[in-house]
């Protein structure tokens, strides 16, 4: 396997990973606030 592209792809795991979990984390206050 190629070092460098399994670099990226891990990049953008992380980058997916977190932008996700930051969604997540702003539906959760949404929800704790109007409901």
Known sequence: M???F???NTHLFDY???SYRIKL???NDF???YS
């Open 16 to 18: 997916i990973y977190k």
């Open 6 to 8: 399994f670099d990226e």
């Open 31 to 33: 929800f704790i606030v």
């Open 2 to 4: 190629d070092e460098s």
């Open 25 to 27: 984390f702003e539906f």
